[in-house]
């Protein structure tokens, strides 16, 4: 039976019971995460590239690949070494690895190769004039002619309506993107409108404004239009985007908020420190990341809701989209913090708090739920909430903040996880399992020095507009706490601004560092020879980024850009700049071009497909099974 997908308009929500949420276990085998068990998850492009005419086009077979490399899965899920899923665009997929790195810290010598083994099993499928690139943004995404087979968009029936984007470049093997796509568009009553400035070159049209009849525009655009800002008007600009995401294990409940709400404050920093996305629409823009262009294009409030006409069928004035940073923290430590006035479903909050879920989750769940259902199976409608959380989790997947705080399943044994989704993708596994790793030790280091990072939640999201400028490693001044060792939780607002690499790398007496930190953590442990090394080498890669002695992506490209002897100092990212861009990124990718700008040198990690086999044994005698942190 096909499965047909429908959408809710503006239903209140208040008829879903929670009390699947209720019933769920606050602890569960305490003790065991001695070491955190972790997941990355990378989503991938797959690029076609016609070197007779110097072009690169993103191949449209996704959904094709997918059958394949699900095979091993379905074939044999316990073993398999990668998990394969779709994502928004019909030239995606996303790759995770089969189990949770293990809890030990010799699982930090495994990520990479396995990113390596997920990465050849994509490239093992593709024809010789294709490649597969973990690529944040393609820099032609939405201009003329840049799928392969080609495709048209439809701005008058297509399901995003957009001048740009076609629905063929949307994922064609799950209703479910298209169902958003088109379901957001409808809510919002309008096509999304993202704006982006335009980086502002020497010969760039002053101002800077598009014809966008010559697309079919029936004005409708030009109004939504901004002077001097690219423009792009369909969810598949910022869900057509990749990203490099982590889940991380908790022990328990309170482990899990702790992460979530420390983490929190980091997520503008390693945003800044993962930047690789300057080009939008064939432009380059003034901005390095791909965060408020997602938030944009996924954006399904409703004018009432945008607080641009008075609220008369509507309940609430929203004052962020649905993809956005993290609004409240969750301990009671972090609710001091928590300064910016909070949209909450009030029923909700009632109900959970009536069924004794305590005050700052019920205020998280309840904020989660101002949000409209944007897409469910007609076949899921009704369900038995104490034993399914279809309900919930369809609330929770369409709140796509920096923080996902992941609770655990009704009749699993899996636990409270937290996802940290900031980061852009890099192009080599080196800096992917880098940035990975790095993240995890800072987890590690963050519970064992029981560290602060709380900042006022206003002050994070000050720091999540700047963080995403042209630069911002170098160039601007986040807020960051200063006395992270302070338990104390009422401390009041410690706050002060620093640079990326002040925050990363320390500022004298002032700030101690993260890397330092990490290191310190590090240095208490006994760590094998490989692992060290392998360690080592990303610490010193991320510090190098941090200080500017590596360029992020976004500067590298930028650089690449302006240096082309095809650029006319004009914004304007031409086919051929285009397919020199992703030239030099596959070989950078598959190691045949050296880039020491970009990764601080020439590392070598000893990176191997799995932990010595003495380990295993204890790991056997001493732990169970690891669960899985997806
Ligand atoms: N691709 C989206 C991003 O770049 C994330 C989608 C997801 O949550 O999987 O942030
Ligand atoms: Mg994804």
């Known amino acids: 039976m096909a499965t047909v997908v429908i959408y809710v308009p503006s239903s209140p929500h208040t008829h879903l019971k929670l009390t699947s949420v209720r019933t769920l276990p606050h602890s569960l085998t305490p003790g065991y995460c001695d070491w955190i068990c972790c997941c990355s998850n990378i989503e991938y492009m797959i690029i076609k590239l016609d070197h007779k005419n110097r072009k690169a086009r993103l191949s449209l077979r996704g959904s094709e690949l997918l059958e394949v490399l699900r095979e091993a899965e379905e074939t044999n899920p316990k073993e398999v070494r990668s998990l394969w899923r779709p994502e928004y665009g019909e030239y995606m997929v996303e790759g995770t690895p089969g189990q949770p790195y293990g809890s030990l810290v010799q699982h930090f010598n495994i990520v990479e190769h396995n990113m390596s083994f997920r990465r050849s099993e994509v490239q093992s499928l593709l024809q ?78 002053r101002p800077f404004v598009e014809d966008l009849s010559q697309y079919g525009d029936d004005g409708s655009s030009a109004a939504a239009a901004k002077e001097d800002h690219v423009y792009m008007d369909a969810m598949g600009f910022g869900m057509g985007c990749s990203c490099l995401q982590m889940t991380f294990q908790a022990c328990n409940i309170s482990e899990a908020r702790v992460l979530y709400d420390h983490l ?73 913090y928590n300064d910016i006035p909070l949209v909450y479903n009030k029923n909700i909050q009632q109900k959970l708090l009536d069924s004794k879920v305590d005050e700052y989750l019920a205020q998280h769940i309840s904020h989660l739920f101002i949000r409209d259902s944007i897409s469910l199976f007609s076949e899921r409608i009704h369900q038995d909430d104490a034993r399914e959380m279809d309900h919930f989790e369809n609330i929770q997947s369409t709140n796509w903040q920096t923080m996902r705080f992941k609770l655990p399943s009704v009749n699993s044994n899996i636990g409270w996880r937290v996802e940290f989704r900031p980061c852009e993708v890099q192009l080599t596994d080196f800096e992917n399992a880098a940035f990975g790793v790095f993240i995890v030790l800072l987890t590690r280091a963050l519970l ?183």
């Open 448 to 630: 064992t020095f029981k560290l602060n990072m709380l900042i006022p939640i206003s002050k994070v999201d000050e720091n999540m507009k700047n963080c995403q400028k042209r630069n911002a490693v170098l160039d601007q001044k986040l807020w960051f706490r200063r006395d992270i060792f302070s338990r104390e939780c009422d401390k009041g607002d410690d706050a002060s601004q620093m640079t990326v690499g002040e925050i990363i790398n320390g500022k004298g007496e002032e700030f101690v560092g993260l890397i330092p930190l990490v290191r310190q953590y590090l240095g208490a442990l006994d760590l094998d020879a490989d692992t060290a090394c392998t360690i080592g080498q990303y610490l010193n890669f991320i510090s190098a980024r941090a200080a500017g002695t590596a360029m992020t992506t976004a500067t590298w490209m930028r650089n690449f850009i302006m240096s082309h002897p095809e650029y006319k100092q004009d914004s304007v990212v031409t086919d051929g700049i285009a397919y020199d861009l992703i030239i030099a990124a596959s070989e950078i990718t598959q190691g045949k071009q050296e880039c020491k700008e970009l990764l601080g040198g020439t590392p070598k990690t000893k990176t191997s497909e799995d932990i010595p086999k003495a380990m295993k044994k204890i790991i056997q005698m001493t732990c169970l099974a690891p669960r899985n942190a997806e």
């Open 128 to 205: 010789p004039d294709e490649v597969v690139l973990s690529l944040t943004s393609f820099p032609r995404l939405g201009c003329d002619d840049f799928t392969y087979p080609p495709a048209q968009p439809d701005p008058v029936s297509g399901c995003s309506r957009s001048l740009f984007f076609p629905d063929a470049a949307i994922t064609q093997g799950h209703p479910r993107f298209k169902t958003l796509t088109q379901n957001i568009r409808e809510r919002r009553g309008e096509n999304v409108a993202i704006s982006v400035p335009i980086y502002m070159d020497l010969k760039t049209p």
């Open 264 to 336: 929190t404050p980091l997520c503008p920093v390693m945003l800044a420190l993962t930047a690789a996305t300057p080009v939008y629409r064939g432009y380059l823009t003034d901005v390095d990341c791909r965060w408020d262009v997602i938030s944009a294009s996924v954006d399904c409030r409703t004018r009432e809701e945008r607080g641009l006409e008075p609220l008369r069928n509507d309940r609430f004035v929203i004052p962020k989209s649905r993809y956005d940073s993290v609004d409240c923290y969750l301990s009671e430590c972090g609710a001091r």
